[in-house]
């Protein structure tokens, strides 16, 4: 191809992606409101599609019906927010360290930190017997901590992807191994309690919970965004940024941080729910086709997800409530073999 | 508008309601002191299981049940009849809670744990229920039978006849399995016992203290030989299965809850360390989830039997 | 000159079969270790004299031969079947970082497990047995396969990223069994966290077969090794069948791995660790790899047991813990210090 025909066929191209990536947005944003929707609607307690209307309206219109606005507003709309708000938070958290360790499968709920969260939340339940939100500050705490560590052991003189990937398996391997220590030393009450916030569930979603999940977002949306385009602006690739030398390197720093806190918050309100920081990503690219860099895809994706195997995990078994992360976990696995044998096939991982 | 009206009414009937409800009031205080006050004696009850266990062979049926695992595996629950009663939760911190709006409870029953300051069933379900109705119930003690007689105090309550002859005949096993478990226990002043959980790594033994039936067979004649050295919340005593002779027991009480205990201790080569396990001098030890007087008779009277074969100087 | 070489094998040889010998002192020792120290105070008379005139009716003598020496005779099997299945599965692969637990095998054997408690009821010990084993050889052959695909073969990053993943998956499934069946997790628990206790001689005449064949198969497979070492195009040309090396050694480490995972538990770091320390010493050549790994790995698992017997008295903290916390830390001292794309 000649640079002289290049120049038209570029704008082409880029007209085209751009197109794309507005479909992919659109479809996205109408599937999650839909699914949304189906979450206000679906339950054991019937609600018609007009009583969920008239009792979402309710604070405006004043036409109530304690029964039913109980069950719409007091319980199905917090659960599907904090599953919206909780998902975009672990997509975001994945696809921030999917995009800067440059590996699909490099996700904080395989490079340890979500295994670090667990094992402080297990030791605050099981060691200390505390419950409840100081489980999630420790998880919270946990998180951070257990990422600090991984990032200061990979460093020499720089951060490697391959180095951080598998540092962190190590510190997964080493923070499960805590856990079951914990478990063997725990009863039985206890180790029931510790293994349900382990797999994360939506079932007690209050306010406090979704107003901690909004200020943290409302906080990191914007920095990501600030963060995202500055390294944008600076980098091509690892080896020219290294020239621009140690701002590059702060920005990744402050980036990694804000994954993170996605990770370590969502975490605290749900427990570690696998699988969806993991699989938003390459989801979201896979649906782009190279289009753009996918955070914003990627967390409609990770709500999308998030709300879905809540639905299944409430609904598809008559008799039993399942928490969302079995529903997620079962389904990652799938998505997970796949993506491998593809990626493999193609003859790469990266 | 007809539903305007309705509505009107239905508001007109609310503000007449606390007047009226003065005529039959329901109040229940709990041992943290919180006091639940209804209108009118509640019907539609949730109870956890371990509280549905003790209400529902009084004569109080709650319309649904949660648990922690599948109703099937409850202990408590076996052999009550649960046909009508929904079923709202089978595993650890999960509840239906749209079936639970559903059935319109007006109170939650559950039971306090004051060593976990927690009610039954955990924080998550607790939370989740909380906005439904009140939640109140019994508190665990030192004693199955005052756990029993507070649930009768809180069945009568509820409008429980309890000398119906199917609940007093219940109670009435109940006397004759104590009486015959403490004429056991009198025949045999040097018999020791002792209470174990066997995993395969190793053999816990039960401090008295944190189990309320083994306060019970104490408090009616039974030597139960106390661990010197329990855990930081006083429930066992980790014997590694290098030490199992650590105690010699008459009789050895084993944990019921699940049959895989017994299983499990029997495969270990050290059990027999023990004369008494060596002698077969083995019984089950109704572990935590007694809750009412038939299935209390029924596990009295196989502790009664094995106390009645055991050779009271097998350990000396 | 031209018989420099030769000496120096010679001497070479000669030094490691001192080496190896050394080692296996060292095993002596640490068995001698494990039977003697433990919850119970023995003296070391009566550890003697149960071991040569047994007395059916003395506590300690009892105690020396149902818990003491099937335990100590467990952790030699299992270390060794460890230490050479990862010798072997870091040759197979020329991959640095396989390891049966990176490699999901822990994982699936754990869904087994917990299906057959939840499912059929089974609570013994000897029974998971079965169960552990055919879960551990269906995760690795699943995760070998899948990290195989593709031109350059299973690399480290992608074999250790679909192993971390494959346990991932597995786990979600097996909490789901353990979330609605407290009965399931209560027996669990003690057998997830990797343990020597409470295994009676039964468990290892039962994986004894499965031992034995690996072990032959794995020690036979050190000149096959060394042709893969050599790079696949080398081992072709010297009239290597490299896909036939390849499957033989698999196939060993998965008898291995998955033997040890069913009598002890899900241990890990063992295999990951114990041949780099062999290499270490011998050098590149895996006929010296393959007997120095089955001899440092009784070792460093028998060793750890006994640490774990005696830093939390009155309790103990299981073998299982002990080696993922020597383990993980060499594991990252290894990242960090290596260059470990290639072999």
Known sequence: MTTLDAAGTVRHIRHRLATRRRLVTLGLLVLLVLAFALALYLGDYPVPPSEVLRSLLSPLTGLVDKGVDFIVLNVRLPRATLAVLTGISFALSGIIFQTLLRNPLASPDIIGISHGASASAVFCIIALGLSGISVSLGALLGAVLTALVIYGLSWRGGVTAYRVVLIGIGMAAMMSAIISYLFTRARLFEVQQALGWLIGSLNASGSDDIIGMAIALALLLPLTALLARALDAMQLGDDTATALGARVEAVRLGLMLVGVAYAAFATAAVGPVTFVAFVAGPIARNLLAGSGKGFVQAALVGALVMLGSDLVAQHALPAVQLPVGVVTGVFGAGFLLWLLVVSNRAGKVN | ?316 | MAEAPATIVTTRGAALALGLLCLAVAVLLVAFLSITVGARPITLEAVWTALTAFDPDSTDHRIIWELRLPRTVIGLAVGAALGLSGAVLQGATRNPLADPSILGINAGAAVFVVLGIAVFGITQLSAYVWLAFIGAGIAMLVVYAVASLGREGATPVKLALAGAAMTAAMQSVTNAILLTSPRTLDEIRFWQVGSLVGRDMDIFVQVAPFLAVGILLALASGRLLDGLSMGEDVARSLGQNVGRSRALAGLAAVILAGAATAAAGPITFVGLTVPHVARAVTGPNYRWILPYSMLLAPILLLGADVIGRVIAPPGEVQVGIVTAFVGAPFFIALVRRRKLASL
Do not use: C
């Open chain 2, 1 to 316: 508008m007809p539903s305007r009206t309705l509505l009107s009414l239905a508001v007109a009937a609310f503000a007449l309601n606390p007047l009226m409800a003065h005529a039959a009031p329901w109040t229940y205080t709990d041992s943290t002191g919180n006091t639940v006050t209804l209108d009118e004696v509640p019907t539609r009850i949730i109870a956890s299981q371990d509280a549905a266990a003790g209400l529902i062979p009084l004569g109080i049926r709650p319309v649904a049940i949660y648990a922690d695992s599948p109703i099937a595996d409850a202990k408590a629950l076996q052999g009550l009849d649960l046909t009508g009663i929904e079923i709202i939760g089978q595993a650890w911190g999960e509840v239906d809670i749209e079936k639970a709006a559903a059935l319109d409870p007006q109170v939650v029953i559950a039971e306090y744990w004051p060593l976990d300051t927690a009610w039954s069933g955990g924080e998550a379900v607790v939370k989740a229920l909380s906005p439904l109705a009140p939640i109140t119930g019994v508190t665990q003690g030192d004693s199955i039978v005052t756990l029993i007689e507070d649930y009768e105090a809180l069945a009568t309550s509820l409008g429980a006849d309890l000398s119906k002859p199917e609940i007093a005949a219940d109670k009435a096993a109940f006397e004759a399995s104590r009486a015959a478990f403490q004429a056991a226990t009198a025949a045999k002043p040097n018999l020791t016992a002792l209470a174990v959980w066997a995993g395969t790594d190793a053999l816990y033994v039960a401090a008295t203290g944190g189990a309320a039936e083994l306060m019970d067979f104490h408090a009616w004649g039974l030597n139960l030989i106390d661990p010197e050295v329990a855990d930081d919340r006083g429930y066992w005593e980790t014997l590694s299965w290098e030490n199992t002779d650590k105690y010699q027991p008459d009789l050895i009480l084993v944990d019921n809850r699940q049959a895989s205990t017994l299983e499990t201790a029997l495969a270990q080569p050290t059990w027999t360390l023990m004369k008494a396990a060596e002698a077969g001098a083995v019984t089950e030890w109704p572990a935590f989830w007694l809750r009412n007087y038939g299935a209390y008779a029924s596990e009295l009277d196989k502790v009664t039997a094995a106390i009645n074969a055991a050779d009271e100087n097998l350990s000396e």
